[in-house]
């Protein structure tokens, strides 16, 4: 006899086959799916998704989930998402969660969960060896790089301000992704304590800009304590000269913080030494597996050199937690970030990286620094088509050049362009604006990603972009 909220093990297992198999042919045929399909509000309401008295067949709402609920929604690990940054997720990291799910595992403390706890430093310990960083190094799994780089900055703060923040002030690019803004506002800083850097024609950030910035808060009484370095902005790829920024901290005493989160995943490509020269001279890096490491959402972690600050940062001992002191080798990651209840994110990369050894990742890294630098070359020998931002970190940046427009005409065409093949659904692309002209950018790091899937999107940008301009001319002639 089952409970309230129990199935028979026969219903168990039958909705578990069947909860898998569409997992599986949803794999085998994102090809074939739209990239994304977005409902409006009126049509979402229109889904019979009130709640009742009495349950409904699971085999019932099951097929709802799929077909309907799922069904808006963009696929981010499809071969042609190329919009923001994907999430390519490998079908281990899918097992992961399910495991995590099912057995319903709390990472708080080494007393709850002390098997997956060592799986979680473990995995920290792997990444920390390969950024040349010290064994007092601590971090932990988050949510995401929002989490990872608010956690960052908190540390900062504790290490090099104390009690009063009031004149403190964190220093980034133009380019640094929007998270720094949010983790400034929610960490209790005024907007003026936030200073953006103006970055150069390649997008990193201005080393002599930042230095005059630098002199100037200090004459007028400030406190500079922190600067973000971006490792592979969200716009271009842009990697900050690492090296230059750790020698200009140092002098300073200032944290050097790096944003990570899409880029750092590829120092493990062959390329590192090329790119990440001086990641070793951070004080704290944010990582995004569920980017660059092909992992499904949400997975990302945080390193921090000065270990004892980031737990001195966090660490409260309430008396119902009183059982879980530990040695400190015996990690309670509850003490190293906001989170009691949490899951244990690091199994799923730690999986992957089990079934598909380091050496295929760095092959699928490596893939797609070829695939964009492919692009790169492919788009540039089509004449409507112009690049604007080379291949960096695999992203790329283009405009499209063909037909008599203002400018202002023609950076409304690219939103159209990307609005008209987005709703087309073949593939998924977004904008962004490059000195002032509105590009469009494409993101090709998702293994799964072939030649075929970007000449197809861009012979249909094309032509999405030609009747755009004839329905543009037909409307004045209107006129």
């Given at each position: 006899?089952?409970?309230?909220?129990?199935?028979?093990?026969?219903?168990?297992?039958?909705?578990?086959?069947?909860?898998?198999?569409?997992?599986?042919?949803?794999?085998?045929?994102?090809?074939?799916?739209?990239?994304?399909?977005?409902?409006?509000?009126?049509?979402?309401?229109?889904?019979?998704?009130?709640?009742?008295?009495?349950?409904?067949?699971?085999?019932?709402?099951?097929?709802?989930?799929?077909?309907?609920?799922?069904?808006?929604?963009?696929?981010?690990?499809?071969?042609?998402?190329?919009?923001?940054?994907?999430?390519?997720?490998?079908?281990?990291?899918?097992?992961?969660?399910?495991?995590?799910?099912?057995?319903?595992?709390?990472?708080?403390?080494?007393?709850?969960?002390?098997?997956?706890?060592?799986?979680?430093?473990?995995?920290?310990?792997?990444?920390?060896?390969?950024?040349?960083?010290?064994?007092?190094?601590?971090?932990?799994?988050?949510?995401?790089?929002?989490?990872?780089?608010?956690?960052?900055?908190?540390?900062?703060?504790?290490?090099?301000?104390?009690?009063?923040?009031?004149?403190?002030?964190?220093?980034?690019?133009?380019?640094?992704?929007?998270?720094?803004?949010?983790?400034?506002?929610?960490?209790?800083?005024?907007?003026?304590?936030?200073?953006?850097?103006?970055?150069?024609?390649?997008?990193?950030?201005?080393?002599?800009?930042?230095?005059?910035?630098?002199?100037?808060?200090?004459?007028?009484?400030?406190?500079?304590?922190?600067?973000?370095?971006?490792?592979?902005?969200?716009?271009?790829?842009?990697?900050?000269?690492?090296?230059?920024?750790?020698?200009?901290?140092?002098?300073?005493?200032?944290?050097?913080?790096?944003?990570?989160?899409?880029?750092?995943?590829?120092?493990?490509?062959?390329?590192?030494?090329?790119?990440?020269?001086?990641?070793?001279?951070?004080?704290?890096?944010?990582?995004?597996?569920?980017?660059?490491?092909?992992?499904?959402?949400?997975?990302?972690?945080?390193?921090?050199?000065?270990?004892?600050?980031?737990?001195?940062?966090?660490?409260?001992?309430?008396?119902?937690?009183?059982?879980?002191?530990?040695?400190?080798?015996?990690?309670?990651?509850?003490?190293y970030g906001i989170q009691l209840t949490r899951r244990p994110r690091a199994l799923k990369l730690w999986l992957s990286l089990q079934v598909f050894g380091e050496d295929a990742f760095r092959e699928a890294i490596d893939y797609g620094f070829a695939l964009a630098e492919r692009a790169e070359q492919s788009i540039s020998s089509l004449e409507p088509w112009e690049i604007k931002s080379g291949a960096q970190l695999g992203i790329v940046a283009f405009r499209y050049v063909e037909g008599d427009l203002e400018d202002e005409e023609r950076n409304?065409?690219?939103?159209?362009?990307?609005?008209?093949?987005?709703?087309?659904?073949?593939?998924?692309?977004?904008?962004?604006?490059?000195?002032?002209?509105?590009?469009?950018?494409?993101?090709?790091?998702?293994?799964?990603?072939?030649?075929?899937?970007?000449?197809?999107?861009?012979?249909?940008?094309?032509?999405?972009?030609?009747?755009?301009?004839?329905?543009?001319?037909?409307?004045?002639?209107?006129?």
């Amino acid at each position: 006899m089952t409970g309230p909220l129990e199935l028979a093990p026969e219903e168990m297992r039958s909705l578990g086959y069947k909860a898998i198999d569409a997992i599986v042919e949803h794999y085998q045929s994102l090809r074939d799916q739209p990239a994304v399909k977005t409902f409006s509000r009126s049509e979402t309401k229109k889904l019979d998704l009130d709640f009742r008295k009495e349950g409904r067949s699971p085999d019932e709402v099951l097929a709802q989930v799929i077909e309907e609920i799922f069904d808006g929604s963009a696929r981010l690990n499809h071969p042609r998402f190329f919009a923001f940054i994907p999430s390519p997720g490998n079908y281990i990291s899918v097992i992961a969660d399910l495991l995590v799910s099912g057995f319903n595992v709390f990472a708080g403390t080494w007393l709850a969960s002390s098997g997956p706890s060592e799986v979680e430093l473990r995995v920290l310990d792997w990444f920390r060896k390969l950024c040349d960083f010290p064994e007092e190094t601590r971090g932990l799994f988050v949510s995401g790089g929002s989490v990872a780089n608010m956690t960052a900055l908190a540390a900062a703060r504790f290490d090099k301000l104390g009690e009063d923040q009031s004149r403190g002030v964190i220093y980034s690019s133009d380019q640094t992704h929007s998270s720094i803004d949010r983790a400034v506002r929610m960490l209790g800083f005024r907007r003026d304590q936030l200073r953006k850097i103006a970055s150069d024609s390649q997008g990193r950030l201005d080393l002599a800009a930042l230095e005059l910035a630098l002199a100037e808060d200090t004459k007028a009484g400030r406190r500079p304590f922190c600067v973000v370095a971006n490792l592979g902005t969200t716009n271009f790829g842009a990697i900050d000269a690492l090296e230059a920024l750790g020698t200009i901290c140092r002098s300073q005493d200032l944290w050097l913080h790096g944003d990570g989160a899409f880029g750092a995943g590829a120092i493990l490509s062959s390329r590192k030494n090329e790119l990440f020269a001086g990641v070793e001279g951070l004080d704290s890096l944010t990582v995004d597996p569920h980017k660059w490491l092909f992992q499904t959402i949400e997975c990302a972690f945080l390193l921090v050199k000065k270990g004892s600050v980031l737990r001195d940062c966090f660490r409260i001992r309430p008396d119902y937690l009183k059982d879980v002191e530990r040695a400190d080798e015996e990690r309670n990651f509850c003490d190293y970030g906001i989170q009691l209840t949490r899951r244990p994110r690091a199994l799923k990369l730690w999986l992957s990286l089990q079934v598909f050894g380091e050496d295929a990742f760095r092959e699928a890294i490596d893939y797609g620094f070829a695939l964009a630098e492919r692009a790169e070359q492919s788009i540039s020998s089509l004449e409507p088509w112009e690049i604007k931002s080379g291949a960096q970190l695999g992203i790329v940046a283009f405009r499209y050049v063909e037909g008599d427009l203002e400018d202002e005409e023609r950076n409304q065409l690219h939103l159209d362009l990307v609005r008209a093949i987005n709703e087309d659904g073949l593939a998924m692309i977004s904008s962004t604006v490059f000195l002032g002209e509105t590009v469009l950018r494409l993101c090709l790091i998702n293994p799964s990603t072939q030649i075929s899937d970007l000449e197809r999107t861009m012979e249909r940008l094309t032509a999405l972009a030609r009747e755009l301009l004839e329905e543009g001319k037909a409307a004045k002639s209107g006129d």
